[in-house]
């Protein structure tokens, strides 16, 4: 028997919910409890909706966004697809109970209630629907973002839940949120440090697994950001040293983003162009300056520089401090921007 089932493009067919049962186990529990044919309008309306989920005759899903997902089903409990490296677990709700009756289970959407008929779920082959034992299931539902590769050869995020099912010799006890919204987010992964804080400072607009997982992401999502920076202005400053002396210049700055060009000689072009993103501050000249390229000439500041100009400056969370040395004034310019970058023989001009 096949342990991991894998189905893609599934679609909620517009409605919010999606459906896991055993077409059969939940035609019982309609005849059992004398349900008329329109389930939804019956589980919406007394308290069949709440009892048909605790006692393993559907597990209801809500909040599911009209986009494509990728289906998991996996029977053994082993090699998860959510909690691989690669990709991004938002939450994980157990306690669900499921029985199986007729060797057969299958996620189906809101319209297959409104006249239920099993066989029309049966028949739906379009809907994920998957083989195995009957008896009693405990259910798990894991959901985030899982890379999936495109026929184009690139890996893309990917809306995911994976369902596990783990087989028992009696009904479990029904412990699930029946509540829980599995609205899944865009990954963290490629979430920026500030929307990163932003997700942990307002955790009543996220589960709790999503929130832990910002918190888990965020002390290395500072440190990757702070190397790159640091390796850059290090790149930046031996680039600059490479030549007898070296002349600076704002070039363009648009209220958030701020280029200085360098050359040997600025009369008619620079030949390189840095970059600075986000700009919080800056101490300056608009005028050329000229830096001495025997020392150090562009650095990132760190240690107790830095905690003495953050201070001076006022200087606020998540932005770094970068600064170009000076030979013909008393201060050197000071810039505080989230990131810089450069570009090498821009082929632009400073004086057009």
């Known amino acids: 028997m096949t342990m991991i089932h894998k189905f893609t493009e599934c679609l909620n067919d517009t409605f919010d919910w999606l459906i896991l049962a055993d077409p059969q186990s939940l035609q019982t529990f309609k005849e059992k409890n004398n349900l008329g044919d329109d389930l939804l309008k019956d589980f919406t309306q007394n308290d069949s909706g709440d009892r048909v989920v605790a006692e393993g005759a559907m597990i209801p899903l809500t909040h599911i966004e009209n986009t494509p997902y990728t289906i998991y089903f996996n029977l053994n409990g082993e090699d998860l697809e959510l909690q691989k490296p690669n990709n991004d677990l938002q939450f994980h ?89 599995y609205r899944i ?60 002396w070296y002349d600076f210049q704002v070039y363009h700055y648009d209220g958030a983003n701020l280029t200085i060009g360098g050359d040997i000689d600025l009369t008619y072009h620079h030949s390189i162009e840095i970059r600075f993103e986000e700009v919080f501050f800056v101490s300056g000249f608009f005028g050329t300056w000229c830096s001495n390229t025997d020392e150090m000439v562009f650095e990132m500041a760190n240690g107790e520089k830095l ?38 023989n821009p082929k632009k001009f400073l004086r057009k």
Request: zero cysteines.
């Open 307 to 344: 905690k003495e100009l953050n201070i001076k400056y006022e200087i606020e969370q998540y932005n770094h401090l970068f600064i170009f040395t000076t030979e013909d004034y008393k201060n050197d310019v000071i810039i505080a921007a989230h990131n810089v970058s450069y570009e090498i």
């Open 185 to 244: 987010n865009e990954s963290l992964r490629d979430n920026t440090i500030i929307g990163l804080e932003h997700i942990i400072n307002n955790p009543k607009f996220h589960s709790a697994d999503y929130v832990a997982r910002a918190k888990e992401l965020l002390p290395q999502k500072i440190k990757d950001w702070t190397q790159k920076n640091q390796e850059t202005a290090l790149k930046i400053d031996n680039l600059i040293r490479q030549q007898g």
């Open 93 to 181: 709700q157990k306690g669900y109970l499921l029985e199986v009756t007729s060797n057969f289970i299958s996620l189906f959407t809101v319209p297959y209630l409104w006249n239920y008929d099993p066989e029309h779920v049966i028949h739906a082959t379009h809907r994920p629907q998957v083989t195995l034992e009957n008896g009693w299931y405990e259910v798990s539902v894991l959901g985030g973002q899982t890379q999936q590769l495109h026929d184009d050869g690139n890996l893309y995020d990917e809306p995911t839940l994976e369902f596990v099912l783990t087989k028992v010799a009696q009904a479990p006890k029904f412990s699930a949120d029946i509540h829980f919204a």
